[in-house]
Nanobody, 115 residues
Framework: QVQLVESGGGLVHTGGSLRLSCTASGNFLFRFRSMAWYRQAPGNQREFVAR???????TYADSVKGRFTISRDNAQNAVYLQMSSLKPEDTAVYYC????????WGKGTLVTVSS
């Protein structure tokens, strides 16, 4: 069983920045798994945001490309999401998970961007 704990969310104004963190624990070989961030806005389905593969490659949703940066620290079993130039449409609960995602979702961390 894998436990995923996200943190770092909050309330920011348009154009602001936040850095999200996620730590993984449990029976989980973190360094051998692609990790990703997902988000779910009110009334919407959860969507893919960014991926950091085991080979070091990164992939982003078009909506966040150029504004968000995903990184990982295998020694800490952690994955991060640096978010800049935030927009109101980035408001959502943000989750980390493997890619493709497992059934073990954490509680997420809420990001609210005010206009």
């Amino acid at each position: 069983q894998v436990q995923l704990v996200e943190s770092g969310g909050g309330l920011v104004h348009t154009g602001g920045s936040l850095r999200l963190s996620c730590t993984a624990s449990g029976n989980f070989l973190f360094r051998f798994r692609s990790m990703a961030w997902y988000r779910q806005a009110p009334g919407n389905q959860r969507e893919f945001v960014a991926r950091f593969g085991t080979a070091g490659t990164t992939t982003y949703a078009d909506s966040v490309k150029g504004r968000f940066t995903i990184s990982r620290d295998n020694a800490q079993n952690a994955v991060y999401l640096q978010m800049s130039s935030l927009k109101p449409e980035d408001t959502a609960v943000y989750y980390c998970n493997t890619d493709p995602p497992s059934d073990n979702w954490g509680k997420g961390t809420l990001v609210t961007v005010s206009s």
